[in-house]
């Protein structure tokens, strides 16, 4: 889904990692761990997700 946002242009590589280690946080709230909701909404606040 990001690579396809107009600012997607502007990322640098350690946007895209930060992206990738986001990603391994979303899996972590579908399996369970509810502490990881907070830390993921602070990433996703970053990036410009509402």
Not at 40 to 49: P, T
Request: aromatic share 10%; hydrophobic share 40%; glycine share 6%.
């Amino acid at each position: 889904m990001w690579q396809s946002s107009p600012q997607a242009e502007h990322f640098s590589t350690t946007d895209w990692d930060s992206l990738l280690d986001t990603a391994l946080i979303h899996a972590r709230p579908w399996n369970g761990e509810a502490s990881a909701a907070s830390e993921l909404r602070l990433r996703g606040v970053k990036f410009g997700a509402t």
